[in-house]
């Protein structure tokens, strides 16, 4: 299952993740993870944050934020985000990967709304 990760210093890679889930997606965003649906980021797609960012004080997440429309609750978003779709599993609610043509469509629109400050990572 493919997702977007975005990290703290503005970077953007598409990473597989392996089963179990939430355990390599939790390596992604550096702990347990917490599933959100930001405003800004329309349904099936999610943001994976890690749960205790604040609590272990992970640096701010300055589009993660801005997809969580922290301006207006004051509540920011820290650490690296995982940006993927929920959907149905065998009949449960579960995460789903995103396309590749998905991966590049989000990432066009990141680096438009952030005019080239957020970018891919250089491997």
């Given at each position: 299952?493919?997702?977007?990760?975005?990290?703290?210093?503005?970077?953007?890679?598409?990473?597989?993740?392996?089963?179990?889930?939430?355990?390599?997606?939790?390596?992604?965003?550096?702990?347990?993870?917490?599933v959100v649906h930001p405003r800004r980021l329309n349904d099936p797609y999610c943001m994976v944050v890690n749960e205790e960012g604040l609590l272990i004080g992970l640096p701010l997440n300055a589009y993660?934020?801005?997809l969580y429309c922290s301006e207006q609750h004051g509540s920011?978003?820290?650490?690296?985000?995982?940006?993927?779709?929920?959907?149905?599993?065998e009949g449960e609610r579960d995460f789903v990967g995103l396309t590749?043509?998905?991966?590049?469509a989000i990432a066009d629109n990141i680096i438009k709304i952030t005019h080239g400050n957020v970018r891919w990572a250089v491997n």
């Open positions: 299952m493919k997702g977007l990760v975005i990290s703290t210093e503005n970077e953007m890679s598409a990473k597989e993740f392996s089963a179990p889930a939430y355990k390599s997606i939790g390596e992604a965003v550096g702990g347990y993870i917490e993660g934020s801005y920011p978003i820290v650490g690296n985000v995982v940006i993927l779709k929920e959907g149905f599993v590749d043509a998905e991966i590049q």
